[in-house]
Nanobody
Framework: QVRVVESGGGSVQPGGSLELSCTVF????????MAWYRQAPGKQRELVAQ???????GLGESVKGRFAISKDSATNTATLTMDSLQIEDTAVYYC????????????WGQGTQVTVSA
């Protein structure tokens, strides 16, 4: 059974920083994609950042230069470092994981709230 556990998040003032972590638990995992998505009230879920097993990183246009994603393959943990946070970054952030060697390949975390306010 796969578990996707997120941590971090919270409230911060504009210009502040936060860090989100996502760890995948399970047996014989071959994780090839880990990503962070976010969904603000009344908006569609959007990709924030993703990292593959080959260390290819992708960042959404709105967060380039401010956010970074990294991965520890030994622990199957992806970390999203968020700097220069803006009010517009307020959203629920979700971790997504793809595990191609499992029958069910796509998994989501429960979501963690990030609030940026003055």
């Amino acid at each position: 059974q796969v578990r996707v556990v997120e941590s971090g998040g919270g409230s911060v003032q504009p210009g502040g920083s936060l860090e989100l972590s996502c760890t995948v638990f399970g047996e014989h995992l071959q994780v090839d994609v880990m990503a962070w998505y976010r969904q603000a009230p009344g908006k569609q879920r959007e990709l924030v950042a993703q990292i593959t097993s080959g260390r290819v990183r992708g960042l959404g246009e709105s967060v380039k230069g401010r956010f970074a994603i990294s991965k520890d393959s030994a622990t199957n943990t992806a970390t999203l470092t968020m700097d220069s946070l803006q009010i517009e970054d307020t959203a629920v952030y979700y971790c997504y994981v793809r595990i191609p060697n499992y029958f069910k390949t796509d998994y989501w975390g429960q979501g963690t709230q990030v609030t940026v306010s003055a």
